[in-house]
């Protein structure tokens, strides 16, 4: 609080005042046109006082940045080269032959969309005009006669997202993004960070904690576009009314274009790094998505703070997405619930549940209309591969191979087979029924560690197939072991092939974890595979051979029944002491004493193979 | 399949189909073709393909490349030709598990790993003809040409060993220069080092720098939060992690003894920037 009274004083202070005034002089026309929010004398002084390493954000919030040729860069973002496809002078004198057929491909896109479609990106068109973000609408002559014959027009065309339409300005289309030099890379903190700001935060204080988030209003048009640069960017959208395609300017960064990107995320950033500093925060962001890992006692007061904060420098937050802070908050698409946390030292990430009926809702649909085009088996592997985030381990991805192959079949097959028609189905299974993903704050215990390994010897008198596992409890430091001959009924229940050394390999891992189920129960485990394609799948979750890929299912849906956290690695053959074991060789384990464990083959044989191919 | 699998199958058919075509036609107008493929391959099996292999004066030559000066490896060709000559030069097979060529063993096709991480495919050096096959083949296309014939050879790639070998001895050079590989010589003395993993700790230990070399550089940022994916219980993908042992102890009981010491990598400590680090 002390802290945000100081940057009132120096907010209202006549230092602050005169340099306001120096820097409207400087503030190009698209500034002007955003309102002139940003306090960019205030933001001067912030950053130098908080030894922000970009010092060169506020005036880029006065001058503009653009969207062609060279990125800017920043301090905040490391080195990363694509070089542009097009030189800006090419962009600009292609720009006039372009256009005819840009206005016809708008029209053409308006017209498809529909006619709902069609108005509301209309709509939001105007809203903007009407905000000042965009102006117009102007027809092709209005336009060149104020930008002169290297006028650049770039499509737009609506995109439905659930219930919401949104406009994407296609700079791609327009060429803009193929005269853009990138120079810089951004790293962006996800779900992951944030979980881990939990964690670290949890470990320090050792009680309860709360999220909040806060969201940008119309993030990207509270930062101005170069002047030079509105000529190439005028925006033709379709409209429905008129049936024709009307001509706007835009002021902001636009959707869509590539430097977009980095202009508006080190805004983002410089605010979120004062935040931190100033405060004392435990706040990040992803572009506009800000999320603030909270003690209950200071919730109320840091939130306060941040809120206001971002009034002073002149960045605008949207009340309506503001989210209290609270022990379930649903940030970047997911829900954080951290009610388990001060008692049980777990963090919970759970999938948002509109995403989960949003989901379940489409698969109904697809079966019901026996209908999924390749287009809609990429959707619905976008959606699910991001609900399987928030399951536990890598449960859940085994069972989508049959809508991969769809996603990249041929346009015309349409039609649900019977693998499309499980896979979709356990998709659903997956999505409301699988543990959820979890993050222990704490695991005194030490890690188990499991070795699996597998031996295919065809003539071998005892059988040719062979699994065997070993167990190191470092707590009790015994050394247990096991091993199987796989009979041949388990076998033929995999595709017929020569060998099979990968299937029996991953196979040695759920039958490891069957057999040791008493121990192998809420712990940390290094399971060490001596297959690399095996450990590969593994850690995936997912092998696109679908025999293999129901082992890994088993594999993780008994490590999530048993809530085990594992981590997959390699050990080399020679090395393997489970390497005896799989060879029917027990003598390292005899000299080393270990304790032999009957192998429990049981889950096996109650759930074959078949549970993974038909349902 | 994907979209690029997807794409390269139909060009691979593409071209099949437009090489047995113009065979056939060559065929019917009762000039020399000679058409080289993997033996195995499944071009073989496509209507165009069927439908020369019918026909009564085609031979379908196959051979295994060891078997010529250059190849170190056994690998399973074939000669398609309407020219019986080809028959002595190109037709050796290799059985046994010794090269009936060289008497040793053969080179090994499986990719070279160390530290669980693809260091090199050797598709590559199977890339060109073998010397040894160049010269046979000119050998048999001498005498299908005789003094006055004229020889074209179709996706032969930069360097067209063949070309040259059927040009030196027609006496019409190809023109140009051998395009080399970059680093090839690198590559080669990686290979042989990884070949020779295990057998001697000093290799061992050179592999391993090579390895570090070979792996892909991430920058800091990124390999930030890969330790936070890390650190929020997810597991990095295979090809992403970093050993928690290397290889090269070749001891069980040496790796038990490894692992204990090892630390679960979901719970290695906090995953910070230095900002937040700072604030808490």
Known sequence: MKTLVEWKVLATSSATAALQSEHEKLACECAVRLGRKPRTALMEFLGMRYSLEDTAVPKLCLTGMPIVGKALESPFFHSYQVPATITVSELLSSAPRRRAGTLKRVKLMGRTGGAEMAKAIWQKTMKEVKAGTMSGPYTLEEMEKKHGRYLNLVPSFGLKQGDKFRRIDDHSASHNNLAAERTQQIQMAMVDYLMSMVAAMGKAFNGALWIGTEDMAGAYRQVPLTDSQVRISVTAVYNPESESVELFEIYGQPFGAAHAVPNFYRVAEWACRLMIRAFTAIIDHFFDDYFVVLRPGEAEGTMFCIKEAFKLIGLVLDDEKSQPPGDFSMVLGVAFNTASLQSQKLLLVEPKPTRVTNLCQIIDRVMAEDCLPPSLAASLLGKFGFLCSTMFGKVGRCCTGAVRARQYGHPNETHLTAEICTSLQLMKLFTTTAPKRELKLYDRERPLILYTDASDVPNRTEGRWVVGAVLIDPDTMTISYTSWIVPETVVNTWFPKQTYMNQLELFACPLALNTWSQVLHDRQVLLFIDNDAAAASLARGYSPRQDSCALVGDFWLAASSARLSIYIDRVESKSNPADGPSRLDFNLMRRLKAQWISPNSTSVFTRPFSWFVAL | ?280
């Open chain 2, 1 to 280: 399949m994907s979209k690029r699998g997807r794409k390269r199958l139909i060009d691979d058919t593409e071209m099949a189909d437009l090489s047995a075509n113009r065979c056939w036609e060559r065929a019917e107008a009762g000039k020399a073709f000679a058409l080289e493929h993997p033996g195995n391959s499944l071009a073989q099996f496509l209507p165009s393909w069927e439908r020369l292999m019918s026909r009564p004066d085609v031979h379908v030559i196959k051979y295994h490349t060891c078997r010529f000066e250059g190849s170190r490896r056994r690998k399973f060709q074939m000669l398609m030709t309407n020219r019986a000559c080809f028959v002595d030069f190109i037709g050796k097979l290799c059985e046994g598990h010794l090269c009936m060529r060289t008497g040793g063993p053969h080179l090994k096709w499986r990719p070279t790993v160390h530290n669980g991480q693809v260091l090199q495919s050797q598709t590559g050096d199977e890339r060109e003809y073998p010397v040894g096959f160049c010269k046979e083949y000119a050998k048999a296309a001498g005498l299908v040409l005789g003094s006055g014939g004229s020889f074209l050879e179709v996706f032969s790639g930069p360097n067209a060993p063949l070309s040259v070998e059927v040009g030196a001895l027609l006496g019409a050079p190809v023109p140009g220069y051998k395009l080399e590989n970059k680093g090839k010589g690198d590559k080669v003395e990686l290979q042989n080092l990884s070949q020779l993993l295990g057998s001697h700790p000093l290799v061992s230990q050179q592999a391993s720098s090579f390895s570090a070399r070979a792996a892909p550089t991430i920058s800091v940022q990124e390999s930030f939060y890969r330790d936070a994916a890390l650190n929020a219980a997810r597991q990095p993908g295979y090809g992403k992690r970093t050993q928690l042992i290397q290889d090269g102890l070749q001891d069980p009981s040496k790796h038990m003894e490894e692992a204990l010491k090892l630390s679960h990598p979901f719970t290695l400590g906090n995953v910070l920037k230095p900002d937040h680090r700072e604030a808490l």
